[in-house]
Structures are given as C-alpha cells and as structure tokens.
C-alpha cells in the first residue's frame, strides 16, 4: 500500500492511503528515518520504505494544477 505522511505530531505520524483515502496513524519509530509531511511511503510486508520518486511526481503534479488555477484566473 501507498501512504502520503499528512502530518506528525511529535512522535504520532498521520498517513493516509492514497488509493482509499483511509487515515492511520503510527509510531514515529516505526517509520523510516528523514519522513517529513509529504512523504510517500510504501507498506510492504509490515515494513515501510520511502518512495521519493513518487514524491517528486504528486509535488510536480500539484504545482501544474496549482498553475492551471491560477491561469483560469487571469
């Protein structure tokens, strides 16, 4: 599974599924070390792994939206 770090609130990290839009939280020791909000984690086999392609791509993403919506604007 595919989960965004939403937020971490001193040592609880709130991640939402991205596919479901289910929301968990965990132990910050249970994730891997240099997570911030916005990270993109993969669950697999009870372990977690950073996926920072996958960041750079949904950051890309909302940056053209965000463009989109300012040019509707203008």
């Given amino acids: 599974m595919k989960y965004a770090i939403d937020r971490i609130i001193e040592d609880i990290v709130v991640l939402e599924n991205i596919s479901?839009?289910?929301?968990?939280?965990?132990?910050?020791?249970e994730l891997p070390k240099g997570i911030h909000e916005g990270s993109i984690i993969l669950s697999k086999d009870n372990e977690f792994i950073i996926d920072e392609n996958e960041e750079l791509l949904r950051k890309k993403s909302l940056r053209e939206r965000l463009e989109r919506l300012k040019n509707l604007k203008n």
């Fill in 20 to 29: 479901t839009g289910e929301i968990i939280e965990k132990n910050i020791k």
